[in-house]
């Protein structure tokens, strides 16, 4: 059973920073392609980054694009989100997931295991 587990979020003002941390257990990390989502209150889970299994390729989503970097230790197991210049708009609970490697990487429904979650709020 893969689990993931999700830490750093907080409370931060607008223009700070906050990073997260995904700790994977019961599978073989390295070989996964990961990704960030996030859910604001009333809203869809969207995509954030992505990465692959050994960090050759990433991708983000224009609203973040050059304020955030997704990194990962496959040593440790660990997925990182570096958030930089927050924004209010960024308040959300910020999910890790391992991708099915089967349709497009930034809808959820192609993520087989998911976190439980950590909340990011920016107070303005």
């Known amino acids: 059973q893969v689990r993931l587990v999700e830490s750093g979020g907080g409370t931060v003002q607008d223009g700070g920073f906050l990073g997260l941390s995904c700790t994977v257990s019961?599978?073989?990390?390295?070989?996964?392609?990961m990704a960030w989502f996030r859910q604001a209150p009333g809203n869809k889970r969207e995509f954030v980054a992505f990465?692959?299994?050994?960090?050759?390729?990433?991708d983000y989503a224009n609203s973040v694009r050059d304020r955030f970097a997704i990194t990962r230790d496959n040593a440790k197991n660990i997925l990182f989100l570096q958030m930089n210049s927050l924004k209010s708009d960024d308040t959300a609970v910020y999910y890790c997931?391992?991708?099915?490697?089967?349709?497009?990487?930034?809808?959820?429904?192609?993520?087989?295991?998911w976190g439980l979650g950590t909340q990011v709020t920016v107070s303005s």
């Open positions: 997931a391992v991708y099915n490697e089967r349709g497009s990487y930034k809808d959820p429904r192609e993520y087989r295991y």
């Open positions: 019961g599978g073989t990390f390295s070989k996964y392609k």
């Open positions: 990465i692959t299994a050994l960090s050759i390729s990433t």
